[in-house]
């Protein structure tokens, strides 16, 4: 399993936590809206050495906090994915896992026995095939969605979903049917799509959500969820000086 990427040092992947990230190649979905199109076919990308990953989260333990592993999917890499997650631990910084659940024999491996200190999953869409079809790209079993998330939100790690919003796929009316599927969750951010770079060649062109349409969608969340975060209120029409697409 190759490392395609890494930023030594970020606040913004692990919410409290100073973290180094490691991307991880292929993912078995194709999300519209996804920035990361070149880890879906890694070949030509330069592998990151990992023993020097490794090297620099030892040097820097006390100032990092931890390691944020993400991709593409990182599940797919089975035990690949336990034995980097093993050598970071052994560097003494804490590990978040980041995926879109599709896996849950592998994400309950991540929650037993303390293997991970954080999970992010990724909800695409409302759990219905149709629905996932939509954004992702792909027939997902959107059981093994649901099974992750439920195993997630009773596993007591510390975790959150993440929302991805994007006007004219996944909006408030999306958002009201996913919250009861996310009863119980510890947090939940809804995030704002980037348009830069969207495998979706057509949403680059695409004005994101408004803040106070960002803000409306937290409260949707609000009752079903212990804590709500909204990120991209600054990247919305507003902020970039342009109007909203009309109606």
Same mark, same amino acid.
């Given at each position: 399993m ?23 190649p ?7 809206y ?24 030892? /040097?820097?333990?006390?100032? &990092?906090? #931890? ?11 089975? %035990?690949? !994915? ?5 050598d ?6 804490k590990v ?15 929650l037993?026995?303390?293997?991970v ?46 929302i ?12 009201e /049917?996913?919250?009861?599927? &996310?009863? #119980?969750a ?10 830069? %770079?969207? !495998? ?20 949707v ?8 975060v909204i990120?991209?209120r ?5 902020a ?5 697409a009309?109606?």
């Amino acid at each position: 399993m190759d490392i395609k990427g890494f930023i030594p040092n970020s606040l913004l992947e692990w919410e409290g936590c100073v973290s180094c990230v490691l991307f991880l190649p292929f993912c078995n979905l194709r999300c519209r809206y996804c920035h990361a199109g070149h880890l879906l076919d890694p070949a030509g990308l330069p592998t990151v050495d990992r023993q020097e990953v490794l090297s620099y989260m030892r /040097r820097n333990r006390g100032w &990092l906090d #931890g390691a944020v592993i993400t991709g593409g999917e990182p599940t797919l890499h089975g %035990h690949e !994915l336990l034995g980097l997650i093993g050598d970071i631990r052994a560097t003494g910084l804490k590990v978040m896992v980041e995926t879109n659940g599709t896996c849950p024999d592998q994400v309950g491996r991540l929650l037993s026995d303390a293997r991970v200190d954080a999970v992010s999953m990724d909800v695409k869409a409302p759990l219905d095939r149709e629905s996932y079809q939509q954004v992702t790209g792909r027939d997902v079993d959107v059981g093994t969605v649901r099974a992750s998330i439920r195993s997630i939100v009773a596993s007591g790690i510390p975790h959150e979903f993440r929302i991805t919003v994007v006007p004219g796929l996944v909006g408030q009316a999306e958002v009201e /049917r996913i919250a009861p599927e &996310l009863s #119980g969750a510890q947090a939940v951010a809804i995030q704002n799509f980037q348009p830069d %770079h969207c !495998l979706d060649a057509g949403l680059r062109e695409v004005l994101p959500f408004m803040p106070d349409e960002m803000d409306a969608m937290g409260q949707v969340l609000a009752g079903a969820v212990q804590r709500v975060v909204i990120r991209g209120r600054e990247r919305g029409p507003a902020a970039r000086g342009q109007r909203p697409a009309p109606a």
